[in-house]
């Protein structure tokens, strides 16, 4: 089974700086995606960033310029560096990842990780 472990979230004050990890594990063969999700109450959830295989990063609006991902593929990782934060990337953070293991189904299954609370205050 796919596990995807996250850590690094915790409480700063606006235009600090946090970094957020997503480890994966299990018998992993292949990674298509990892990318970063948030989700506040009474909102949709929606796309913080994302990594493809080949290294194409997408970025939503309000975050591009601020925040980068990264990723570590032999240690199927991926990093979210956050700069400047403010109040409203309050959210919980969710690592997702598409990923292809033994015993899944051909061409991979999307994991979610259980979150993490970011919070930025003023």
């Known amino acids: 089974q796919v596990q995807l472990v996250e850590s690094g979230g915790g409480l700063v004050q606006a235009g600090g700086s946090l970094r957020l990890s997503c480890a994966a594990s299990?018998?992993?063969?292949?990674?298509?995606?990892m990318a970063w999700y948030r989700q506040v109450v009474g909102k949709q959830r929606e796309l913080v960033a994302r990594?493809?295989?080949?290294?194409?990063?997408t970025y939503g609006d309000s975050v591009r310029g601020r925040f980068t991902i990264e990723r570590d593929i032999p240690k199927f990782t991926v990093f979210l560096q956050m700069n400047n934060l403010k109040p409203d990337d309050t959210a919980v953070y969710l690592c997702?990842?598409?990923?292809?293991?033994?015993?899944?189904?051909?061409?991979?299954?999307?994991?979610w990780g259980e979150g993490v609370l970011v919070t930025v205050s003023s």
């Open positions: 990594i493809t295989t080949d290294g194409t990063t």
């Open positions: 299990g018998r992993i063969l292949t990674v298509n995606h």
């Open positions: 997702n990842a598409d990923i292809g293991a033994v015993g899944g189904y051909w061409g991979g299954m999307e994991y």
